[in-house]
């Protein structure tokens, strides 16, 4: 996503900047409503193309997708090939500059180079966790530093998991369902997985 915020930056058009803060592609993004730094792929959506099962072609404007707080309603079989987003013209010097804030911001609070899937767990909209954030709920119920295997909560964000070498899959996975336990007998909250798990857990 960081590529079509510099693409739109050097068509000079503005409003795409939050994409810089997005780790992934825009198919991903359209997956799961992919948002940061106040905005989300729905507020500058205006069509996206997909292609069922079937091999049929679908356009769909940005209202028939069902897009919620990373959640989109389409079929998770449907695979998006394309996308039209909303912008509008801009200084390129004030485009960079807003990336290269966003990009510092991620620099000093994120765990961006290590190897990680991205943020976790969605931020719960539970209202018993009074506005808190999924990464301080994870913080609050001692998980900072946590490691599963191969696999950590990373010291620097704790609603990233990183490969803290040689992790596997499950080593991550059983990691994220350990801090989604100790989550819920620490505050109540059931945490959401944010990351789109794939494939069948290995036979024991």
């Not at 200084?91 to 990680?116: D, K």
């Not at 301080?136 to 191969?150: F, P, Q, S, V």
Request: glycine share 12%.
């Amino acid at each position: 996503d960081l590529n079509v915020a510099l693409f739109a930056r050097d068509a000079g058009l503005a409003g795409l900047e939050f994409l810089s803060g997005i780790p992934g592609t825009i198919g991903g993004a359209l997956r799961m409503n992919a948002g940061a730094y106040g905005r989300e792929l729905s507020d500058v959506l205006l069509d996206a193309e997909a292609i069922d099962p079937a091999g049929a072609r679908r356009v769909l404007p940005a209202r028939e997708r069902g897009l919620s707080y990373r959640h989109c309603a389409l079929p998770e079989a449907w695979i998006f090939t394309a996308a039209r987003l909303r912008a509008e013209p801009g200084a390129p010097a004030a485009i960079q500059s807003r990336i290269a804030e966003i990009q510092a911001a991620r620099e000093s609070s994120q765990p961006i180079r290590t190897r990680t899937g991205g943020s976790a767990f969605a931020n719960p909209t539970d209202p018993r966790a009074g506005g808190r954030k999924a990464w301080e709920l994870i913080d609050l119920a001692g998980c900072r530093g946590l490691r599963h295997g191969g696999a950590q909560v990373s010291e620097k964000h704790c609603n990233f998991l990183i490969n803290a070498g040689g992790a596997t899959a499950a080593d991550l996975e059983g990691l994220g369902e350990e801090v989604r336990k100790r989550v819920f007998q620490q505050s109540g909250i059931t945490l959401e997985w944010e990351i789109m798990r794939v494939g069948e857990p290995a036979a024991e």
